[in-house]
T-cell receptor, first 113, second 114 residues
């Protein structure tokens, strides 16, 4: 069974640009969550999508957005990049019930210069 | 609101010795608790979970965790540490029963010395 796939693995962008990250969940999983990981803030929840609908949103500015497609694949978009957006972005998929674990992708390392 | 605390930034142990990585939680209702491990430049790997039942939960790679409701703790343990166990460990709690959202502790770096 294939795991969670995130593309690309690495990105370098310039301040002010926008970026789109992609996540393909494990087959059968309909819940996809996104997290930002930085040395200073640790792992912070961005948002969760389930059945193409955003179900939860973390405390991030509106520059961060996402969507989910009918095949459960998800994308997140960051517009008007800032230096502070440099981070490892992790995608997790699960069955969404509380007693099931989430499986994480390898992450996308975004560097903003 | 749910929260998780890992009181130690780093834990150092000698290879072959037992290890403990501490985690305490605060939830309203029954907790769904998880441990994950992260190796450099990698995503998080699931180790084990507590949902209900036995307080001692066994997981991957010889790890286990002890759930203690009165102390609101969920410490990760291993009887004999390996150098290859050196990594960053995260404790997490599921916020609600019908959500995919996880709340993570700040992480504990485990260093196992030969």
């Amino acid at each position: 069974k294939a795991g969670v796939t995130q593309t690309p693995r690495y990105l370098i962008k310039t301040r002010g640009q926008q970026v789109t990250l992609s996540c393909s969940p494990i087959s059968g999983h309909r819940s996809v969550s996104w997290y930002q990981q930085t040395p200073g803030q640790g792992l912070q929840f961005l948002f969760e999508y389930f059945s193409e609908t955003q179900r939860n949103k973390g405390n991030f500015p509106g520059r961060f957005s996402g969507r989910q497609f009918s095949n459960s694949r998800s994308e997140m978009n960051v517009s008007t990049l800032e230096l502070g957006d440099s981070a490892l972005y992790l995608c997790a998929s699960s069955f969404r019930q509380g007693n099931t674990e989430a499986f994480f992708g390898q992450g996308t390392r975004l560097t903003v210069v | 609101a749910q929260s998780v605390a890992q009181p130690e930034d780093q834990v150092n142990v000698a290879e072959g010795n037992p290890l403990t990585v501490k985690c305490t939680y605060s939830v309203s209702g029954n907790p769904y608790l998880f441990w994950y491990v992260q190796y450099p430049n990698r995503g998080l790997q699931f180790l084990l979970k507590y949902i209900t039942g036995d307080n001692l939960v066994k997981g991957s790679y010889g790890f286990e965790a002890e759930f203690n409701k009165s102390q609101t703790s969920f410490h990760l343990k291993k009887p004999s540490a390996l150098v290859s166990d050196s990594a960053l460990y995260f404790c997490a709690v599921r916020e609600l029963s019908n959500t995919g959202k996880l709340i993570f502790g700040q992480g504990t770096t485990l260093q196992v010395k030969p």
